[in-house]
């Protein structure tokens, strides 16, 4: 289960087969302040985790197309030829202004 979205908007909660993946697009702020969250869970009931899988400040000059596997130990982001892996963060990690 993957569930994305910003503060303006919600990119709705997905059931992804493995290996399967899905895309959207955006147009990042003019003061670097963009910021896409997503959650992720492998089976029903199972434990959520969330990772900001855009921050502008963060990102902006390492992708255009930033594309991210998403796997049980982390996310890890595809940055010429190589990968760049990060951790999760529980559920009760999140900003309590991002809701």
């Not at 049980?72 to 892996?85: F, K, T």
Request: charged share 25%; with cysteine.
């Amino acid at each position: 289960m993957v569930h994305c979205k910003s503060r303006q908007d919600d990119l709705g909660v997905r059931w992804l087969e493995p290996g399967k993946s899905f895309e959207w697009s955006f147009h990042p702020h003019f003061f670097a302040k963009t910021l896409y969250f997503c959650a992720f869970r492998w089976e029903h009931g199972a434990h959520l985790v969330w990772f900001d899988i855009y921050k502008q400040q963060r990102d902006e000059e390492v992708c255009k197309q930033c594309q991210w596997a998403i796997r049980r130990d982390g996310p890890c982001l595809a940055v010429s030829g190589s990968e760049m892996c990060y951790h999760y963060r529980d559920h009760l990690q999140l900003d309590n202004e991002l809701f």
